[in-house]
Structure formats: structure tokens, C-alpha cells
């Protein structure tokens, strides 16, 4: 199996007719590690979300391709089945639906009819991931995220991450919210996928996670598009020294996106 590629170039996104994103561009493979970072309200959820298909979001120029094939072309299943993979900054809360059943679903529905997953191969893989995960094992059988603490959806969503085993993942603040042994553990979940058939974008506000997960490189996002990338010293300077840097050096009055730029 050749190693995953995702390339994004020249994307432009619109929700409600506002443009958020804005000419972004990203190359990434499998084996690789990349970080966004970036302040508040400069489009680091709604590309994640683009990515994945979210219907709200109205791709008015630009490609996104998997491994050469067009994602755009693509529907919110067919995304996932190709290997991609979004862990969301706020997951949602599904009543009457177990963690379990969840899981297996989207196992499933990735594999395809007559590749189902066996029950007991199932349970055996969920089992040893949510005891790498430190998640209590009550937690299988209680309905998806519901009641689940901030830092226990992040878990979930790691294991989700485990169980899927997609080609690219995208991490949307997977650390907020997570207290230092949770963020450990967390970052271990990570580590564990790391190989070159597995690439991960992960969006983060602090370096403190990428103490635990080494980025290859490290992209800053502003007015919806990288305005500047680095490796992982850069990441450590935006730690100490905050965005207002970039902004002076590029001239940027106002680095966020569906406010009215003067
Ligand atoms: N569904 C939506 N409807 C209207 N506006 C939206 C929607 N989604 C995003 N926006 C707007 O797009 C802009 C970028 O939002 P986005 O969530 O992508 O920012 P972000 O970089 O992830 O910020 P944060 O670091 O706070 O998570 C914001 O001004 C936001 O209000
Ligand atoms: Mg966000």
C-alpha cells in the first residue's frame, strides 16, 4: 500500500455566503505529523469540517484529493470509508446509541457489506484499546458521549481514532479540556497509530501537546489560510512570544475571518 497523501490547494469555503476560508493550501503524507495553530476565529474548525464534508460549508474554489482522488466528488461516508477521519473540537451527544454500537457501525459501514467485523474480534480490539486509553470499561455500554466529562469525550474520540484506523486524522483541539495524565494518555493514543500509512493534522492552541506528539512541521493560520510554517521550534515560539510577531512581520491588522476587515 502506498503511503496516504492528502493535498488541499487554493481552498476557498463559505458558510451562509461569507467567506471564511481563503486560499488554503496543505500538503501532507502518511508518517507524517503536522500541527495548525493559530488564534481564535481565523477558520481552524470550519477547514476541518470542510475537509469532512459538512454540508454547511460551501466549497466555492480550490481541490482537495486522497491519495490523487478528488474528496470534493466525495460524500460525508464515502470520506470515511477513503480513510479520513475528524475528531471534532466539540463532539456531539447521541441519545439511545451505545459507545459500542457506535463503534461497530462505523467499523462496518468503513468495511462494507459482507466485510463486517466479527463480534469477538470487535470486542477484543475495543477492549485492549479503552485499557490503553484508561477508559473505564462501563463506558462501552453508556450512550455515545452522553454525560461523558469534556475530557472523557476526548478520550472517546481517541479511541474512535484507534478503532477507525483511517489513512489521514484530523484532531481538533483534541488537548482542551484534558487534565496532564489525560493529555498523556491521550498523546499516547497518537503514537501508537504513528507509521507511514497514517498521517494526522493536529489543531491545537498549545505547545504543551506537541511536547508529547513531535510535529514534523507546524502551520499558523490566519484570515483562513497558513500564513506561515515552520518545524517544531516554531510551535515553542508562538509559546513564548504569542501571534502579534507574525502579524507585524506580515502586516496583518486583523488576523480573523467572517468580521468585516477594515
Ligand atoms: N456554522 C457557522 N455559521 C456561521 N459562522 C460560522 C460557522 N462556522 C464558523 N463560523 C465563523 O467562522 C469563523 C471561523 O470559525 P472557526 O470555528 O473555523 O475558528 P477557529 O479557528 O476554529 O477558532 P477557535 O480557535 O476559537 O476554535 C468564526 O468567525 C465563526 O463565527
Ligand atoms: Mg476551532
Same mark, same amino acid.
Given at each position: !500500500?502506498?503511503?496516504?497523501?492528502?493535498?488541499?490547494?487554493?481552498?476557498?469555503?463559505?458558510?451562509? %455566503?461569507?467567506? @471564511?476560508?481563503? %486560499?488554503?493550501?496543505?500538503? !501532507?503524507?502518511?508518517?507524517? @505529523?503536522?500541527?495548525? /495553530?493559530?488564534?481564535? %476565529? =481565523?477558520?481552524?474548525?470550519?477547514? +476541518?469540517?470542510?475537509?469532512?464534508?459538512?454540508?454547511?460549508?460551501?466549497?466555492?474554489? %480550490?481541490?482537495?484529493?486522497?491519495?490523487?482522488?478528488?474528496?470534493?466528488?466525495?460524500?460525508?461516508?464515502?470520506? +470515511?470509508?477513503?480513510?479520513? #477521519?475528524?475528531? /471534532?473540537?466539540?463532539?456531539?451527544?447521541? &441519545?439511545?446509541?451505545?459507545? &459500542?454500537? #457506535?463503534?461497530?457501525? +462505523?467499523?462496518? +459501514?468503513?468495511?462494507?457489506?459482507?466485510?463486517?467485523?466479527?463480534?469477538?474480534? #470487535?470486542?477484543?480490539?475495543?477492549?485492549?484499546?479503552?485499557? !490503553?486509553?484508561?477508559?473505564?470499561?462501563?463506558?462501552?455500554?453508556?450512550?455515545?458521549?452522553?454525560? #461523558?466529562?469534556?475530557?472523557?469525550?476526548?478520550?472517546?474520540?481517541?479511541?474512535?481514532?484507534?478503532? /477507525?484506523?483511517?489513512?489521514?486524522?484530523?484532531?481538533?483541539?483534541?488537548?482542551?479540556?484534558?487534565?496532564?495524565?489525560?493529555?498523556?494518555?491521550?498523546?499516547?493514543?497518537?503514537?501508537? /497509530?504513528?507509521?507511514?500509512?497514517?498521517?494526522?493534522?493536529?489543531?491545537?492552541?498549545?505547545?504543551? $501537546? $506537541?511536547?508529547?506528539? =513531535?510535529?514534523?512541521?507546524?502551520?499558523?493560520?490566519?484570515?483562513?489560510? @497558513?500564513?506561515?510554517?515552520?518545524?517544531?521550534?516554531?510551535?515553542?515560539?508562538?509559546?513564548?512570544?504569542?501571534?502579534?510577531?507574525?502579524?507585524?512581520?506580515?502586516?496583518?491588522?486583523?488576523?480573523?475571518?467572517?468580521?468585516?476587515?477594515?
Amino acid at each position: !500500500m502506498a503511503t496516504p497523501n492528502l493535498k488541499i490547494e487554493n481552498l476557498h469555503v463559505e458558510i451562509e %455566503g461569507t467567506e @471564511i476560508i481563503k %486560499g488554503f493550501d496543505l500538503e !501532507m503524507n502518511g508518517g507524517e @505529523i503536522h500541527a495548525i /495553530m493559530g488564534p481564535n %476565529g =481565523t477558520g481552524k474548525s470550519t477547514l +476541518a469540517s470542510a475537509v469532512m464534508g459538512h454540508p454547511k460549508y460551501e466549497i466555492t474554489k %480550490g481541490t482537495i484529493t486522497l491519495d490523487g482522488e478528488d474528496v470534493l466528488d466525495m460524500e460525508v461516508d464515502e470520506r +470515511a470509508r477513503a480513510g479520513l #477521519f475528524l475528531a /471534532m473540537q466539540y463532539p456531539s451527544e447521541v &441519545s439511545g446509541v451505545t459507545n &459500542s454500537d #457506535f463503534m461497530r457501525s +462505523a467499523i462496518n +459501514a468503513k468495511r462494507g457489506e459482507g466485510n463486517e467485523i466479527q463480534l469477538m474480534k #470487535f470486542i477484543r480490539q475495543m477492549d485492549e484499546k479503552m485499557n !490503553m486509553l484508561e477508559i473505564d470499561e462501563s463506558f462501552s455500554q453508556r450512550y455515545l458521549n452522553e454525560g #461523558f466529562s469534556g475530557g472523557e469525550k476526548k478520550r472517546n474520540e481517541i479511541l474512535q481514532l484507534l478503532m /477507525m484506523e483511517p489513512k489521514i486524522a484530523i484532531l481538533d483541539e483534541i488537548d482542551s479540556g484534558l487534565d496532564i495524565d489525560a493529555l498523556k494518555v491521550v498523546s499516547k493514543g497518537v503514537n501508537d /497509530m504513528k507509521s507511514p500509512d497514517f498521517g494526522c493534522l493536529i489543531i491545537t492552541h498549545y505547545q504543551r $501537546l $506537541l511536547n508529547y506528539i =513531535t510535529p514534523d512541521k507546524v502551520h499558523v493560520m490566519m484570515q483562513g489560510r @497558513i500564513v506561515k510554517s515552520g518545524g517544531a521550534e516554531l510551535a515553542q515560539r508562538l509559546e513564548n512570544e504569542g501571534y502579534e510577531w507574525i502579524k507585524e512581520e506580515l502586516g496583518i491588522e486583523n488576523e480573523r475571518v467572517g468580521e468585516p476587515q477594515e
